[in-house]
Antibody
Framework: EVQLVQSGAEVKEPGESLKISCKGSGYSFTSYWIAWVCQMPGKGLEWMGIIHPGDSRTRYSPTFQGQVTMSVDKSISTTYLQWSSLKASDTAMYYC???????????????????WGQGTLVTVSS | QSVLTQPPSASGTPGQRVTISCSGSSSHIGSSYVYWYQQLPGTAPKLLIYRSNQRPSGVPDRFSGSKSGTSASLAISGLRSEDEADYYCSTWDDSLSGWVFGGGTKLTVL
């Protein structure tokens, strides 16, 4: 079974750093892009960016470029989302999701998000 | 303000058919597939429809998707109480070179 398991909830103060994780299992981890999607409290979904675990290539949404860093550790099939200095506005649920498609040659528009991790709630408050 | 426009809410009684719309522009819906996700309360989203009108295995055929021009729709027939959830449309945006979502529609089963 394909699974993405995320790290637990975090409570941080403004200005602190944070790294949350997403561990994949049940498939060839280095063959599929991983996306990060955020959901602010009571709000909708927003795509943050993607990372390829095979070679660490990344593509960020302009909204999140420079605000977060995505990384990967292939040896433990885990991708990370990192902040160097949190703000209260970073308070949200963060989901990782595997990019899937019907063929290996599919372009990005032909990919969808799934399966998803269970989410990591990040609360930033003084 | 989401790039894709969905009604904030929809409702129906058990057994009814409801549709949820998703509208956009030529730079996204008009040129790409549409995907629909269901988010049950307190859980992660789940893929419901891919490639505008395809159902993943395990998704009941009560759920169907369609797309025409710069708009898409999700239809749910034979409404059940367990369908009460938030529904999001999503597609690729050529201008952004990334994915965009609708603002979500909260479906209430009366």
């Amino acid at each position: 079974e394909v699974q993405l398991v995320q790290s637990g909830a975090e409570v941080k103060e403004p200005g602190e750093s944070l790294k949350i994780s997403c561990k994949g299992s049940g498939y060839s981890f280095t063959s599929y892009w991983i996306a990060w999607v955020c959901q602010m409290p009571g709000k909708g979904l927003e795509w943050m960016g993607i990372i390829h675990p095979g070679d660490s290539r990344t593509r960020y949404s302009p909204t999140f470029q420079g605000q977060v860093t995505m990384s990967v550790d292939k040896s433990i099939s885990t991708t990370y989302l990192q902040w160097s200095s949190l703000k209260a506005s970073d308070t949200a649920m963060y989901y990782c999701a595997r990019l899937s498609s019907t063929s290996a040659s599919a372009t990005f528009p032909e990919h969808w998000f799934g399966p998803w991790g269970q989410g990591t709630l990040v609360t930033v408050s003084s | 303000q989401s790039v894709l426009t969905q009604p904030p809410s929809a409702s129906g009684t058990p057994g009814q058919r409801v549709t949820i719309s998703c509208s956009g522009s030529s730079s996204h819906i008009g040129s790409s597939y549409v995907y629909w996700y269901q988010q049950l309360p307190g859980t992660a989203p789940k893929l419901l429809i891919y490639r505008s009108n395809q159902r993943p295995s395990g998704v009941p055929d009560r759920f169907s998707g369609s797309k025409s021009g710069t708009s898409a729709s999700l239809a749910i027939s034979g409404l059940r109480s367990e369908d009460e959830a938030d529904y999001y449309c999503s597609t690729w945006d050529d201008s952004l070179s990334g994915w965009v979502f609708g603002g979500g529609t909260k479906l209430t089963v009366l």
